[in-house]
């Protein structure tokens, strides 16, 4: 890790205005505490902590990501983890709204309070102890479809689509109201913490979207709609992170008015391709297949990243590098230092040649 580094969260946030930044930025839509701990070699978990514990587990977690020279790191408050009889969109059970009296029995008033309940300690903490030149990128975690996936579970709610059209409709309104509400409380209180905001809603899998693009274009976009909007009232720009084959409306998702995206899959399309599509109107993060960085040895990921890391900054406009999903507890370690170690090498090259 390089411990001299200074942060500077203005780099990364030229890839929301599209521009190129001045050095390669990184950039990860998550870093699993557990692969933190494994990196370090010690515990790194907030369950349970509160006052000056939680403080320093955000400096050891904030520490971790400056040493490894990001510019700012990721944080969401996870709305989704908080919901009464959460937990359909893990699979294997249903979520508690299954029927019209589900859904006006469902406490959504209490919420909100729940929320900052759970929330507000860490946000506070987090503050508190932000190296200097960095800042948070994120806000609420979770999106509207994934919130519908857990508050009924997936094969549930294709079946309300067709069984109660009404309901069905009423749900992502009810969802998008919610979203207002927290993404307001947020955003009144900790917008000088985050860099830019970021919603992550994975609407499709590998060879389509999860829903119909017409059900999506009608019933989920308009309330990404809202977040975004409110997001640029306030002056932040909005980064949309969505997996999967998402090509067919990501036409409608442009005009919505997201400022960048990121996730990508090599099965889906290699990385280069979402650059010749998109790459001269929004900014793209990203880039490299997880795959990639845990199923090969250090020396064949850093000639990868060093190669394509290259590639893709010459290409796009705004472009930060990192993996095409996030850093699991999973992820090998050999691959994740080979692509740190790469990116410095592409920074000392650059700045090198511009001597």
Same mark, same amino acid.
């Given at each position: 890790?390089?411990?001299?580094?200074?942060?500077?969260?203005?780099?990364?946030?030229? *890839?929301?205005?599209?521009?190129?930044?001045?050095?390669?930025?990184?950039?990860?839509?998550?870093?699993?505490?557990?692969?933190?701990?494994?990196?370090?070699?010690?515990?790194?978990?907030?369950?349970?902590?509160?006052?000056?514990?939680?403080?320093? =587990?955000?400096? *050891?977690?904030?520490?971790?990501?400056?040493?490894?020279?990001?510019?700012?790191?990721?944080?969401?408050?996870?709305?989704?983890?908080?919901?009464?009889? =959460?937990?359909?969109?893990?699979?294997?059970?249903?979520?508690?709204?299954?029927?019209?009296?589900?859904?006006?029995?469902?406490?959504?008033?209490?919420?909100?309070?729940?929320?900052?309940?759970?929330?507000?300690?860490?946000?506070?903490?987090?503050?508190?102890?932000?190296?200097?030149?960095?800042?948070?990128?994120?806000?609420?975690?979770?999106?509207?479809?994934?919130?519908?996936?857990?508050? *009924?579970?997936?094969?549930?709610?294709?079946?309300?689509?067709?069984?109660?059209?009404?309901?069905?409709?009423?749900?992502?309104?009810?969802?998008?109201?919610?979203?207002?509400?927290?993404?307001?409380?947020?955003?009144?209180?900790?917008?000088?913490?985050?860099?830019?905001?970021?919603?992550?809603?994975?609407?499709?899998?590998?060879?389509?979207?999860?829903?119909?693009?017409?059900?999506?274009?009608?019933?989920?976009?308009?309330? =990404?709609?809202?977040?975004?909007?409110?997001?640029?009232?306030?002056?932040?720009?909005?980064?949309?992170?969505?997996?999967?084959?998402?090509?067919?409306?990501?036409?409608?998702?442009?005009?919505?008015?997201?400022?960048?995206?990121?996730?990508?899959?090599?099965?889906?399309?290699?990385?280069?391709?979402?650059?010749?599509?998109?790459?001269?109107?929004?900014?793209?993060?990203?880039?490299?297949?997880?795959?990639?960085?845990?199923?090969?040895?250090?020396?064949? *990921?850093?000639?990868?990243?060093?190669?394509?890391?290259?590639?893709?900054?010459?290409?796009?406009?705004?472009?930060?590098?990192?993996?095409?999903?996030?850093?699991?507890?999973?992820?090998?370690?050999?691959g994740y230092r080979a692509m740190i170690d790469a990116v410095q090498e592409i920074r000392?090259?650059?700045?090198?040649?511009?001597?």
């Amino acid at each position: 890790m390089k411990n001299d580094f200074q942060p500077d969260y203005t780099n990364l946030l030229k *890839v929301l205005y599209n521009q190129q930044p001045d050095y390669l930025p990184l950039y990860e839509h998550n870093i699993d505490e557990p692969f933190i701990a494994k990196m370090l070699g010690r515990e790194v978990d907030s369950t349970g902590k509160s006052g000056a514990d939680l403080e320093e =587990h955000y400096r *050891v977690v904030t520490e971790f990501w400056r040493a490894n020279t990001y510019d700012a790191l990721s944080y969401e408050a996870k709305i989704c983890e908080i919901y009464p009889d =959460h937990g359909a969109i893990l699979g294997g059970r249903l979520g508690p709204i299954q029927t019209r009296a589900d859904f006006d029995r469902y406490p959504w008033e209490e919420i909100p309070r729940i929320f900052i309940r759970a929330y507000k300690p860490h946000l506070d903490a987090l503050r508190k102890v932000m190296p200097r030149g960095m800042k948070a990128y994120g806000g609420c975690g979770y999106g509207i479809f994934e919130s519908a996936e857990d508050l *009924v579970g997936y094969e549930s709610l294709c079946m309300m689509q067709f069984l109660d059209p009404d309901l069905f409709r009423d749900l992502f309104v009810r969802i998008g109201d919610l979203y207002e509400v927290l993404w307001t409380w947020v955003l009144d209180n900790y917008a000088d913490l985050f860099v830019f905001c970021r919603m992550g809603d994975d609407l499709g899998y590998r060879t389509s979207t999860m829903l119909a693009p017409d059900t999506i274009r009608e019933h989920i976009l308009p309330q =990404h709609r809202r977040v975004i909007d409110l997001v640029h009232s306030r002056g932040k720009k909005f980064l949309l992170h969505s997996c999967g084959n998402i090509f067919s409306i990501m036409e409608d998702i442009l005009a919505n008015g997201i400022d960048a995206k990121h996730s990508n899959e090599d099965q889906i399309a290699p990385f280069s391709e979402w650059i010749d599509r998109y790459g001269d109107r929004i900014g793209l993060c990203g880039g490299l297949d997880m795959n990639e960085l845990i199923m090969n040895p250090y020396e064949v *990921v850093y000639e990868k990243v060093l190669r394509e890391g290259t590639e893709f900054r010459r290409k796009a406009r705004g472009y930060a590098l990192g993996s095409g999903n996030s850093i699991p507890d999973y992820m090998s370690v050999d691959g994740y230092r080979a692509m740190i170690d790469a990116v410095q090498e592409i920074r000392r090259r650059e700045k090198e040649n511009r001597l």
